[in-house]
């Protein structure tokens, strides 16, 4: 059974997200990133997916994640990738994680 599945989007935030999150977060501009994924599963029991989120000109790649996934027999077996960018400083001057 082969299925193919594709989905794009803009990652939108607003005014009250740099409120919330500060200054050094990363929602400092006026534009988001655009976000993609695919996912493929050319067989029953394999699965094979990529996601990405890039800047809107295409600039820059700050999130990938490859992954296929088989299963055989109740065992499954995944192997993946993950590229994150370095994040922007997340706590920025006033603002205290509560962790």
């Known amino acids: 059974m082969e299925a193919l599945h594709a989905s794009a989007s803009a990652n939108h935030f607003t005014s009250q997200d740099r409120t919330v999150f500060g200054l050094g977060s990363g929602l400092d501009g006026t534009k988001s990133d655009l976000v993609g994924a695919i996912v493929f599963q050319p067989w029953d029991n ?6 990405a ?22 065992f499954q077996v995944s ?5 994150l960018d370095s994040e ?7 603002c205290h994680s509560t962790n």
């Open 53 to 74: 989120r890039v800047e809107e000109d295409l600039s820059n790649i700050n999130v990938q994640e490859a992954f296929a996934t088989s299963v055989w027999t109740g």
């Open 88 to 94: 922007p400083k997340r706590w920025s001057r006033g």
């Open 46 to 51: 394999l699965g094979l997916s990529y996601q």
């Open 79 to 83: 192997l993946g990738y993950v590229y």
